[in-house]
């Protein structure tokens, strides 16, 4: 009897771990809105599409990119955007889009001459938009 009250409480013990477990193996933001960007490439006039040189005395390009998230989610898309250089800033640099929503990002930079990365970064996930100028 004492064996079957003890193999019970242990049955017990292990189903409750494995409940924890199970619980906690789940990711926390199941749900969660997935970002995307949209176009993942962009580039100065003859380079790629979304840019254009508005100031040559300035020397800066303009890109526009379009930031909303995966329709099927139950949360908003909280986002973030980056670049590798301080050459770069972003109109909004952050921010909360809701399914059904977008925002769109003016991108000005003064970089030209190769191939750049700017960086959304999402809770789910980040996505790369090339630059491409020069």
């Known amino acids: 009897m004492r064996s079957t009250v003890r193999s019970l409480k242990l049955v017990a013990i292990v189903v409750a771990a494995l409940g924890v477990a199970a619980t906690t193996a789940l990711p926390v933001s199941a749900g969660s809105a997935v970002l995307k960007v949209t176009p993942t490439f962009v580039g100065a006039p003859g380079d790629g599409p979304h840019c254009n ?13 379009t ?7 139950s949360t908003p898309a ?11 800033s972003f109109s909004p640099s952050h921010g909360t889009v ?12 003064h970089l030209c001459g190769g191939y750049f ?18």
């Open 53 to 65: 040189r508005p100031n040559p005395i300035a020397n800066t390009w303009i890109c526009h990119v």
């Open 78 to 88: 909280r986002w973030s955007a980056t670049s590798v250089s301080g050459y770069t």
């Open 67 to 73: 930031v909303n998230e995966t329709s099927s989610s």
């Open 98 to 109: 809701w399914s059904g929503h977008s925002t769109t990002v003016k991108i000005t930079t």
């Open 117 to 134: 990365k700017f960086k959304f970064a999402g809770a789910q996930n980040t996505v790369a938009v090339v630059y491409s100028c020069g």
